[in-house]
């Protein structure tokens, strides 16, 4: 009996933004060295002016891999911003699989692999799936308690999984070159929310994006309070933008935190200058995140899981005041550069 020929396999190209990774990004690289994937694979890593010794670590990363089949590249991102980055890494890369990775983002050992052979199933331009935060301390451990509970991002199925299908979105994602082409890339304007930006264009031009619980990347959350309001006032602020940028991308669940945010700042208006009765809200919402921990924090050390509320409201106060207070003037300028950067050098 004749052994079955082997199938040829994509080479992949594997591109990571980087500013001031020097915590993960070793770790993160070498995830993506360690893939169980036989095809041909390069990382570039496009490096914003870091504070830290980012640089210095990616250096030694070219070093390390000069001599093997599985190559890391570096390209500068003088802007630091995350799309600029992205696009200056597609163009320096030459595969027809393009993989984003974040330089805080650690690979399971399939993911490539597994992320290939569904491109390939399914006929996507894109997919992805789980944003799987994982913590380091007590605070972590109850800020990826709450990213990965539906009280805490609502039904998105790559923080809180679920079944495989078409998304409007997936975290970070495989693409196929020719979508990043066609789309031009990533738009330089948006600082946040570039990944969904890009899903909508790529879908409005009939192309699938698939999620699929077998991919998994694990996420290391922010390790503050501050940090972590930062983040999330981002997201709300960016995704607003999304929303004028293009009409029919809002829908309900992206509208809750923002709502949340009034009904509780009116009930604390009301219960000091008029009745007690305005406090119901404020309590209530209170209540509600207490009791939402409980599921969300079932195996956690005490102190992490009496965090989780903190990350709760954290999360849906900062979205909600970034997507209230998003500032026009920023809409206006994200809308006369319709034209997303076009990647006229790739290979």
């Known amino acids: 009996m004749n052994a079955k020929p082997d199938v040829q396999l994509p080479a992949v190209s594997v591109i990571m933004p980087v500013l001031d990774e020097e915590r993960h990004l070793r770790g993160a690289v070498q995830a993506i060295l360690a893939q169980e994937y036989a095809g041909e694979m390069e990382v570039v890593i496009a490096i914003g002016p870091s504070k830290d010794r980012t640089e210095e670590i990616a250096a030694q990363l070219v070093a390390e891999t000069a001599s093997g089949n599985k190559r890391v590249h570096t390209v500068p991102n003088p802007s630091g911003r995350t799309p600029a980055a992205l696009n200056a890494a597609i163009k320096a890369s030459r595969h027809p699989i393009v ?34 935060a994982e913590g380091e301390n007590d605070w972590e451990h109850a800020v990826a308690a709450a990213m990965t509970s539906k009280i805490g991002v ?167 005041f970034g997507f209230l207070t998003s500032p026009k003037a920023l809409a206006r300028k994200v809308i006369a550069s319709r034209r997303p950067a076009v990647l006229s050098d790739t290979h």
């Not at 993989?99 to 992805?128: F, K």
């Not at 999304?242 to 029919?248: D, F, M």
């Not at 809200?281 to 989780?308: D, F, M």
């Open 99 to 132: 993989v984003r990775v974040d330089g805080h983002g650690m690979l399971s050992p399939n993911y490539i692999a597994t992320a290939v052979r569904l491109l390939e199933e399914t006929g996507a331009q894109n997919v992805g799936g789980i944003m799987h």
């Open 154 to 320: 609502g039904n998105a199925a790559f923080h809180t999984g679920g079944q495989a299908g078409p998304a409007e979105t997936v975290y970070l994602g495989v693409f196929r070159r020719a979508a990043l082409e066609q789309q031009g890339g990533y738009n330089e304007e948006f600082i946040r929310a570039q990944d969904w930006e890009l899903n909508f264009r790529i879908r409005e031009a009939g192309g699938l994006i698939w999620f699929s619980p077998e991919l998994k990347v694990s996420y290391r959350p922010r390790p503050s309070v501050k940090a972590l309001a930062k983040q999330y006032k981002d997201y709300g602020r960016w995704r607003h933008v999304v929303a004028r940028y293009h009409e029919g991308s809002i829908n309900l669940r992206y509208l809750a935190p923002p709502t949340a945010v009034c009904a509780i700042a009116a009930g604390i208006v009301v219960g000091a200058a008029l009745t007690p009765l305005g406090f119901v809200i404020p309590a209530g919402y209170l209540a509600a995140i207490v009791a939402g921990s409980l599921p969300a924090g079932k195996g956690l050390p005490a102190k992490a899981r009496l965090q989780i509320p903190v990350a709760l409201a954290t999360m849906h106060m900062s979205w909600g």
